[in-house]
Each structure stands twice: as C-alpha cells, then as structure tokens.
C-alpha cells in the first residue's frame, strides 16, 4: 500500500513551453502532497506543500506564478512549470502525506519516482 | 529555522564492519527525525522515525536532543546496504528538511 505515481518520468521540451507533472496517490488519499526539487548530486529541496481544495503554500525563494500547483482531488496534485527555461531543468519529486496506524507510528511521506525535466 | 547536517557525503566500509551515518539537526521546537534511503535507480523510502524506537534492516537511530544528533548505525554492514541516505527533519505542517545525504558503500 501507500503508493505514489508521477507522471511522466521523463520529459524534454523547448524554452518557453509550459510543463505539467502529474502526481498520485494510487491507493490512499492525501490531503496534503509535497512537490520537491532535486540537483544532480545534492539534497531534496522542498518547493511547495500542497493542500487538497485549498492553495498551495510556497517556500521562500519559489515563485508561485512559475510553478503552479493545483489540488484538484484528494488523489491527484499537479506541478506545472510554466515558461520553462534551461535552468528549470531538474529532477522533480513529490510526496504525499498518509497517516499510519499503531500508537507509535504518526504521519509519514511516501515518495514518486521523480520526473526528469529537461529543458532545451 | 532548521537545519539538518550530514557531514559525511560519502562513507566505505567493508562487508561485516560497523557502520555509523551522522546527522546533526538544529531546531528550536520539538523535532521529529527520519531516516530515509534511496537504493540505485529506486524511489525514497523511509527507513527509521525516531518516536517508533524501532531496528529496521539492522539499522538503529537514537534521539540526542542534548547533541542535536540522530546517528544512523548498523552493527554489521551488509553490502545490500549501499544506498543514499537522507537524515530528515519533520517541522510543522509534516514539512521535511533533509541533509545533504550520505552515499554508503559496502564493499565485499
């Protein structure tokens, strides 16, 4: 159980197209999903929190109008890199937020696989 | 704000000896720490929180608030254990901050 989905996994296009990246979760409901950005060789970065029917809260230093983020459903959030340039190229990565049961166990993050983003 | 902090971006031990991944955190509330680890070409997966007090893989990680550190160690390296390996903080909201990870290599 517990699983997330992104999609695409990879992606290339022009300078100036806009780009939109699907995260699920495939088998639970998430009210809350985590969008992060990832650098070849350095940490996860987060870039926003994304709340089901409400807007997405954005990190210092990440600007909302490039990267739009919609919460449609409680299974489906959704990243968009609008614009796009070279140096929006990344490894994109979400999460989502399920509670777990047991009376130790709190809420946990599972992750999707990533998306490539290349940008030409 | 918080802060995580791997000193150790890589680490090479050979197959059977210890194994010790440090992560130091800095946060001014109550902190909840995890463990994740990124096997080749695989997704995030947590491995250890540390409220659960748990032993997962062999893998054991204790809370010292009074050094702000939250060690990831492992008595006997197994070379299935090669992996990444991100120490992170949870802050409000379940936001994580994660270090800047720790590539462990288990040679045979």
């Known amino acids: 159980g517990a699983v997330v989905s992104q999609h695409p996994s990879r992606v290339i296009c022009k300078s100036g197209t806009s780009v939109k990246i699907e995260c699920r979760s495939l088998?639970?409901?998430?009210?809350?999903m985590f969008w992060y950005r990832q650098f070849p060789k350095q940490s996860l970065m987060l870039m926003a929190t994304s709340n089901e029917g409400s807007k997405a809260t954005y990190e210092q230093g990440v600007e909302k109008d490039k990267f739009l983020i919609n919460h449609a459903s409680l299974t489906l959030s959704t990243l968009t890199v609008t614009s796009a340039h070279p140096e929006d190229s990344s490894f994109y990565i979400c999460?989502?937020?399920?509670?777990?049961?047991?009376?130790?166990?709190?809420?946990?993050?599972?992750f999707g696989p990533g998306t490539r983003l290349t940008v030409l | 704000a918080q802060r995580v902090t791997q000193p150790e971006k890589l680490l090479s031990v050979f197959k059977g000896a210890p194994v010790e991944l440090k992560c130091n955190y800095s946060?001014?509330?109550?902190?909840?720490l995890f463990w994740y680890v990124q096997y080749s070409r695989q997704r995030l997966q947590l491995l250890l929180r540390h409220i659960s007090r748990e032993s997962i893989k062999g893998f054991t990680a204790d809370l010292n608030k009074g050094e702000t550190s939250f060690h990831l160690k492992k008595p006997f390296a197994q070379e299935e254990d090669s992996a990444m390996y991100y120490c992170?903080?949870?802050?409000?909201?379940?936001?994580?901050?994660f270090g800047e990870g720790t590539q462990l290599t288990v040679n045979p």
């Open positions: 992170a903080l949870g802050s409000s909201g379940s936001r994580l901050t």
């Open positions: 088998d639970f409901q998430a009210t809350t």
């Open positions: 999460s989502a937020r399920a509670w777990t049961s047991g009376g130790a166990a709190r809420n946990e993050q599972f």
């Open positions: 946060y001014s509330g109550s902190p909840e």
